[in-house]
């Protein structure tokens, strides 16, 4: 089983328990309808961070109160912010299968979630090596509604990054995303090199790092 299949398996929820075949199939017939639908789009910039206390920082005009994010930033100059989005084809075939056949909605959903976490990864390992020739590390991707930084920041993200015409990425009212296969996210950048995990603090082994998000 390759990566995006498994991570996919897992959001299904099928944790550790065997997968049977037919579902496996609908996995990989969603992988391969999302490959022609998903019209990838990414755009991020770098933004000065200061600190105004440990859990009051500005990431340009981003200013965020969170004692999680705080803690994972801290000791960072400066901080990549990202929007990514699979695009709006992904949701209208959400919305032609839903009429007629939901356990392919619920894999496409799975598949989606593998197919943009996999797509950031991957791009995430070219800002890496970018940055890392002049000298900075990256701390983990950080989104807006993980531990305390709040879902509201991310309209000022989106205008930070001017989503809406830089990779066609806007909000409902209701603060949803839309398309809605699309993330926002902060990685902090620093002059120490701290091993981070791509997946971030919850899949490190570092359990006594000073930066964990989380406890
Ligand atoms: S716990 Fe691991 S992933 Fe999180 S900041 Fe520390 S080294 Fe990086």
Redesign the pocket.
């Known amino acids: 089983m390759d990566a995006r299949t498994k991570e996919a398996v897992r959001y299904l929820g099928y944790g550790n328990h065997a997968v049977d075949d037919s579902t496996l199939a609908l996995v990989a017939s969603s992988f391969e309808e999302l490959e022609r639908t998903t019209g990838r789009r990414i755009i991020y910039r770098i933004f000065d961070v200061s600190f105004k206390d440990s859990d009051h920082l500005e990431i340009g005009k981003l200013d965020i109160v969170s004692k999680n994010l705080g803690k ?1 930033l801290k000791g960072c100059q400066s901080a990549v912010v990202l929007g990514a989005t699979l695009g709006a084809g992904v949701d209208m075939l959400l919305r032609k299968y839903a009429l007629t056949d939901m356990a392919r909605v619920v894999a496409l959903q799975a598949c989606a979630a593998a197919f943009l976490e996999e797509y950031l990864d991957e791009y995430q390992e070219k800002i890496r090596k970018e940055m890392k020739e002049q000298g900075l590390y990256l ?2 991707r950080f989104s807006p509604g993980y531990g305390d930084f709040s879902i509201e920041h991310q309209e000022m993200i989106l205008r930070m990054l001017d989503t809406a015409k830089t990779i066609g990425l806007t909000m409902t009212d209701s603060s949803m995303l839309t398309p809605t296969k699309s993330v926002t996210a902060i990685i902090g950048l620093s002059k120490n090199n ?4 791509t997946k ?2 919850e ?5 006594d ?5 989380n406890p």
């Open positions: 994972n701390r983990p701290v091993p981070c995990h971030g603090c899949s490190c082994n570092k359990t790092c000073t930066y964990r998000r």
